[in-house]
């Protein structure tokens, strides 16, 4: 199976803030990327597919970019709302579906 | 509205079994691709398994540390998942979580259900 680091594990930052965090396949996997958020005790939501497609309803302040081995997911302008933890997942069936570590976003 | 509701879990002892399932509603199960993913506690997300909707076979495929001990079911006329347990371990512990890319016929998931947590133990 392919196997996914996220980069950095943990992120201390302000409202406001640019934020960008690093996803890493341990080979390539095209654009089948997803990345997700999950705040304590809720399943997680849907943010990205496909490396850079916005799902329907989230903010435009999301962003995702990348392909082959390396993607990233920005937060332009960080809201209260989005500190949580954030985990990117390739989605190519073929090559087992993973997950990443994931990458929590904290005041 | 799609909604996903998971039921089931419970304390169960390590060998035991356990059927978790996940009440679909507006949509279809028979044509999307329903995935489990479950979450061991205070840990990251892990794939378990998916089943593809009727027009692409019906492919199951599995993550390999629960292969040959779960299986996934769908019952089309309840519009309902399953996810039967077997042969449990402690590692099994984890909330689960019932999902589904709804009309993206992708191995990303789009919809989740709250979760229902499987404790193994004696």
């Known amino acids: 199976d392919i196997q996914m680091t996220q980069s950095p594990s943990t992120l201390s930052a302000s409202v406001g803030d640019r934020v960008t965090i690093t996803c890493r396949a341990s080979?390539?996997?095209?654009?089948?990327l997803a990345w997700y958020q999950q705040k304590p005790g809720k399943a997680p939501k849907l943010l990205i597919y496909?490396?850079?497609s916005l799902e329907s309803g989230v903010p435009s302040r999301f962003s995702g970019s990348g392909s082959g081995t390396e993607f990233t997911l920005t937060i332009s302008s960080l809201q209260p709302d989005d500190f949580a933890t954030y985990y990117c997942?390739?989605?190519?069936?073929?090559?087992?579906?993973?997950f990443g570590p994931g990458t929590k976003v904290e005041i | 509205e799609v909604q996903l509701v998971e039921s089931g879990g419970g304390l169960v002892m390590p060998g035991g079994s356990l059927r978790l399932s996940c009440a679909a509603s507006?949509?279809?199960?028979?044509?999307?691709?329903m995935t489990w993913v479950r979450q061991a506690p205070g840990k990251g997300l892990e794939w378990v398994g998916r089943i593809k909707g009727k027009t692409d076979d019906e492919t199951i495929d599995y993550a390999a540390p629960v292969k040959g001990r779960f299986t996934i079911l769908r019952d089309d006329s309840k519009n309902t998942l399953f996810l039967q347990l077997n042969s449990l371990k402690s590692e099994d512990t984890a909330v689960y979580f019932c999902?589904?890319?709804?009309?993206?016929?992708?191995?990303?998931?789009?919809?989740w259900g709250q979760g229902t947590l499987v404790t193994v133990s004696s």
């Open positions: 997942q390739q989605f190519n069936s073929h090559l087992g579906v993973t």
């Open positions: 080979q390539s996997i095209g654009t089948w």
């Open positions: 496909q490396a850079s």
């Open positions: 507006g949509f279809t199960v028979t044509n999307a691709w």
């Open positions: 999902t589904t890319g709804l009309d993206m016929r992708e191995d990303f998931s789009r919809s």
